[in-house]
């Protein structure tokens, strides 16, 4: 009965998050198994939880990147380093949204922030907008998979695993995603025969191959300091980030502070200096001192519109997250998981064909459901009866976060779809249409990501 009162809720037009609240208070009254104030009592304990104070902060970083000019100046360093290869334009949005995705957390931040630039810039210089649009749509799903990520908070509050391993689990496929992406753009630009978008300078270039040796070489340099020498470990951090102000003073570099933020947070956090919580808003501070002090590219009026923006963004998340605990703790109650583990386990045994099912399923759900939602709604019915097949917790959210990023690209509910499709004047049957040649390299990735764990796995052993 709960899922039906779901289903009719969501075929009457109702957003994903009232359906599923409405659902819930329908089952109780209809029932009257339960008080309906449970509902709300459910709802409030949802999201009374210390790691979705995560949340508002990342979400309020990104937003301080975005409007602090820092998305031209990855753009600029990305132009630098690549844009002069063949079907340069196409490289350059890819490597911007790697760069990207270590601030924002979110594909439709990295859809919104570099995509207006990087479409407008593709199609200055002759690019079909079909070809922006679709190499935009696909790297924006770097966004939630390179850490940080605000899906990988949801998964790890609601599966119980740890946020950090779950970052650090994101690096790899990361990469993988942007190999297979600039492979994508190659093959483009060969069969059109598209040239460099920049004239190759060499000054340009190592400069920006000197900001990247520095992005490498800083954190070597202090873990040798600290673990090697015993040097104090407060003392050698805040010595080495007044460094980098330095060596960005002296150098002039486009995008060296900005490309540390993924640095800082994932040193911080495998290190033990402090929470992935407590790493959001290291990222807050970082770029409001980036933002206010160093570029002087925010005004107090642009920071009060971007808290209200992150206020907006927040509660629409945090009310999913509340909506979807209410449901999903029916789903429980009501023996639905139960149901469903009984018969998948009953159907098959096997590790690597719960996998097949469950990528089958949740690229289903991703074309319906907001990935906050879908999360939520997910982890409890196929996390247990992963678990019970082996497959490790961790490397199960990887594969859950891509399957619902991919759904993000796919009609009818896809949001990264709207967004380019606002962006680019494009309609949205041929915003569809010029994504559909990303998904090639998409769902090759998930393949590797699904059945070669050890890709996933390897950061996370490490330091976890």
């Not at 996998?355 to 949740?362: E, K, S």
């Not at 606002?422 to 010029?434: C, D, H, N, Q």
């Amino acid at each position: 009965m709960l899922k039906i009162f779901f289903l009719v809720f969501m075929a009457g037009g109702i957003p994903v998050a009232v359906a599923m609240a409405g659902a819930s208070l329908a089952y109780i009254v209809v029932s009257g198994s339960l008080p309906p104030f449970v509902v709300i009592h459910r709802m409030v304990s949802g999201i009374d939880s210390f790691p979705l104070l995560a949340v508002p902060f990342f979400i309020l970083a990104g937003n301080l990147m975005n409007n602090a000019g820092i998305t031209t100046r990855i753009y600029n360093f990305a132009l630098a380093l690549v844009g002069w290869l063949k079907g340069g334009l196409g490289h350059v949005n890819v490597l911007g949204s790697v760069i990207f995705a270590g601030m924002s957390g979110t594909a439709i931040a990295d859809a919104a922030g570099l995509g207006t630039i990087e479409i407008k810039a593709m199609k200055e210089h002759g690019y079909s907008t079909e070809f922006a649009v679709g190499v935009t749509a696909a790297s924006a799903t770097l966004g939630p998979i390179i850490p940080p990520s605000l899906p990988f908070v949801i998964y790890g509050m609601m599966a119980n695993v740890s946020v950090g391993a779950l970052f650090l689990a994101g690096i790899l496929p990361g990469a993988l995603l942007a190999i297979l992406m600039m492979l994508t753009v190659a093959y483009f630009a060969h069969r059109n025969g598209w040239g460099g978008d920049v004239k190759f300078s060499s000054t340009r270039f190592f400069k920006a191959m000197c900001e990247l040796a520095v992005v490498i070489g800083w954190p070597l340099m202090l873990w040798l300091l600290v673990s090697k020498l015993g040097a104090p470990p407060q003392l050698t951090v805040f010595a080495g980030l007044a460094s980098l102000f330095v060596l960005d003073r002296i150098f002039k570099f486009e995008a060296l502070l900005p490309i540390m933020t993924p640095v800082l947070l994932i040193g911080g956090m495998s290190t033990g200096l402090f929470t992935p919580t407590e790493g959001a808003i290291a990222a807050c501070v970082w770029a409001m001192i980036l933002g206010f002090g160093w570029y002087k590219t925010l005004s107090w009026k642009m920071f009060v519109k971007v808290c209200l923006d992150t206020i907006e963004t927040t509660s629409t998340v945090l009310f999913i997250v509340a909506a979807a605990s209410i449901f999903g703790w029916m789903l429980t109650a009501t023996g639905v998981t139960t149901d469903i583990a009984s018969w998948v386990l009953g159907f098959t045994k096997e590790a690597w064909v719960f996998l097949l099912l469950a990528n089958l399923l949740m690229l289903f759900v991703g074309c319906f459901l907001e990935p906050t939602a879908a999360i939520t709604i997910l982890v409890p019915i196929l996390l247990p009866i992963a678990t019970q097949l082996g497959v490790n917790p961790i490397h199960f959210g990887l594969v859950m976060v891509l399957n619902l990023m991919i759904g993000l690209l796919h009609p009818p509910m896809g949001m990264v779809l709207f967004v380019l499709a606002r962006v680019a004047g494009l309609s949205f049957e041929r915003t569809t249409m010029a994504i559909l040649p990303w998904l090639i390299p998409l769902l090759l990735a998930l393949v590797v990501i699904t059945y070669v764990p050890s890709l996933v796995l390897w950061l996370p052993k490490m330091f976890f």
